[in-house]
């Protein structure tokens, strides 16, 4: 069974910096990208970011972009989204999930790509 366990989230104001982490297992580091999404109240979940096998590739939802960065921390299996300048709307629970279905190189940015989810994150940022 694939757990996933998130850590991170809090309260932040406005500008403010914010790390999350996703740890798992090797064989599930090691096998599949991984990728970040965000839930708002009353609104749908959405993609933030996704990395690549080994690092190879990642890509991030135009809204963070410039802003947010994704990487893997290879000796702890967790893949980590770093979250700078921090806006009112980045308020979310985020979630951590790996990309089974779609390329271990490049994952993609839609959801029926990832199985696994973690528990999620709450994210507030205050103005």
């Known amino acids: 069974q694939v757990r996933l366990v998130e850590s991170g989230g809090g309260l932040v104001q406005a500008g403010g910096s914010l790390s999350l982490s996703c740890a798992t297992s090797?064989?599930?580091?090691?096998?599949?990208?991984m990728g970040w999404f965000r839930q708002a109240p009353g609104k749908e979940r959405e993609f933030v970011a996704a990395?690549?096998?080994?690092?190879?590739?990642?890509k991030l939802a135009d809204s963070v972009k410039g802003r947010f960065t994704i990487s893997r921390d290879n000796a702890k299996n967790t893949v980590v989204l770093q979250m700078n300048s921090l806006k009112p709307e980045d308020t979310a629970v985020y979630y951590c999930?790996?990309?089974?279905?779609?390329?271990?190189?490049?994952?993609?940015?839609?959801?029926?790509?990832?199985?696994?989810w973690g528990q999620g994150t709450q994210v507030t940022v205050s103005s």
């Open positions: 990395i690549g096998w080994k690092s190879i590739n990642s």
């Open positions: 999930a790996v990309n089974k279905y779609g390329s271990a190189w490049s994952p993609g940015s839609v959801m029926h790509e990832y199985a696994y």
């Open positions: 090797k064989h599930t580091f090691d096998t599949f990208g």
